[in-house]
């Protein structure tokens, strides 16, 4: 069994601005909140929430790869699911979503990452798909008895293993590798994975080498949208793009996250947000996270520093999706104009705000031509 991404993945379907949800697998989802109705991980719940995406023709769902939480009053994120475990569960529970793994490199071998990564692709016939990530928070990679890399070698290092990775998914031959960090005798990979050449890869790295990284070897890259700077956003976009075009001749998908508060009115939606963010936001955890992140005073004004807290409590620094289902369209519609090709969405009470999200906010896409019609 095997056929093109564009037949089962939905990454590849028609509509013009494709949908995920980021962060279905650990506790407090993208919200550094102790406010009620945010996520927790629970079987029950996420495959709730999970189905209900699956049912309105969303095109994605991306879990965090986490190991420990940040601290705090919420220990955020502390509790969660592993990623390709989730992503097989989720796959069987669902029809037609797209399902990624997020793979920390340092921390699984390419071999066995290769293997389960074809195992959920036959699960979910052909719906998978892997985000590369090297590794950021230092506490969660030396519980694995090892000092975190230099930044920029984490991505030489990531470059092998997902080298050794297509290898295996590929090859018809065994073959040998003799790598700087990898070494493999007789890499055997069957059966194959369902989509061919191989399932599409991600990887949201921001730096200049990430950025290169996931144009060279990559199929989707994030770009961070700074505050709500659409202008900033199109040049950002139009530059990915051409990276990956001029340098190394590809075509890649361009997505950024966004958090949702969806209000009856603008001002109730701005209420509830601040009201989540100042009063129930775990702002030691936010520090805790800021810190291992290496933004802090000194780095970003005082100023800068608050406001960028403030929207990682908020849905971890995604762009902020605010108001009424009417305005969140429009908002939606700016950010496909900007040229994006797909928004990863989070929500603070999250089955409620993908609830109203579906009901209220999709019809309006639809009428927008953002998206095709559901009937
Ligand atoms: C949408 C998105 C998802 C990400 N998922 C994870 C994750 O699950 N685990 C993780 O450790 N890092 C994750 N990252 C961090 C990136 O992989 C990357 O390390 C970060 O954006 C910094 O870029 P740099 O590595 O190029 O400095 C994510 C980033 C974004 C924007």
Redesign the pocket.
Known sequence: MSSARAATNPLYGPNKLKLGL?GLNVDNACAISSVDGTFHPEWPVVKRITQMADKAGLEAL?????WRGFGGKTNFNGANFE?YTWAAGIGGATDNIGVFS?S?VPVIHPIVAAKQATTIDHITGGRFAL???????EP?MEMFGASIMP?DE??EYAAEWLDVVKRLWTSEEEFDFEGKYFQIKRGFHQPKPVQRPFPPVM?????????H?AAKYCDMI?V?IKGDQIEAARKDVAEVRELARKEYGRDIQV?A?AYLVIGDTDEEALKFRDYYVNEKGDWEAVDNLVRS?GIQTGVLPKEMLEAAKYHFIAG?GGYPLVGTARRIASELEKLSGAGLDGI?LSSARYEEGLTRFISEVLPLMEQAGLRGSRA
């Open positions: 980021f991306v879990p965090v790869a986490r990623t997020t920390h985000n590369v990530v090297c590794g950021w928070f969660e930044h984490r991505y990887n949201a790295g921001g730096s200049g080498i990430g950025r990284f994030f961070h997505w996250n992140l971890w990863l």
